[in-house]
């Protein structure tokens, strides 16, 4: 995109922002951003929310990377955590809900949205798998641990396209944003 994602403006708040409300809505009570490339900026943007951070000491870095980051940071009395990614800002807070709902209703470890067949973010993964979570291959990620555990993965259908909607160009948050709040972001 040539710039930086999580500080853009998305509506009346930023990407980042977009994404800990809708997180914070859902009840998620414990909520760690991973920060990298502009730390300090991140931190100062967000310093009135209540929010613990991880640092990734080299954001070029594959995923598997900041997700071990992030797990280091979980209180130890976490069952579960949430994967969300700060590039999908639109997803609501009832999708996260239903993910928490289908972990605890159905003992389902590992627990991926759907929308049309295609799999999206956030996901949550029960914390059984912690170990696993600190040591991702670097070039599978999340996928290898979900093809590994497949007998105790569940992939729910939702009825939100933002599960699979990335903000990868600007005309991905252009469009996104006139869809969501019928006007071109400033």
């Given at each position: ?56 000491h080299d954001p070029e870095s594959e ?124």
């Amino acid at each position: 995109m040539g710039t930086f994602k999580p500080l853009l403006p998305f509506g009346s708040r930023t990407v980042i922002e977009s994404c800990i409300k809708n997180l914070g809505e859902a009840g998620v009570e414990e909520i760690v951003v991973v920060v990298g490339h502009r730390a300090e900026d991140v931190r100062c943007h967000l310093r009135d929310h209540q929010l613990r951070f991880a640092f990734n000491h080299d954001p070029e870095s594959e995923m598997g990377v900041s997700i071990a980051r992030g797990i280091e940071q979980i209180g130890s009395s976490a069952r579960a955590v949430i994967i969300a990614l700060v590039d999908q800002p639109a997803v609501p807070p009832a999708i996260i809900k239903t993910l928490v709902r289908e972990w605890h209703e159905t003992g389902a470890k590992l627990v991926q949205p759907v929308y049309q067949d295609r799999g999206g973010h956030p996901v949550l993964i029960d914390l059984d798998y912690r170990e696993e979570l600190l040591n991702l291959d670097p070039r599978k990620g999340l996928r290898a641990l979900f093809d590994e555990h497949r007998d105790e993965a569940r992939r729910v259908p939702v009825q939100s396209p933002y599960v699979a909607r990335d903000l990868d160009t600007w005309e991905d948050y252009r469009q996104l944003h006139e869809e969501l709040f019928g006007l071109r972001p400033q």
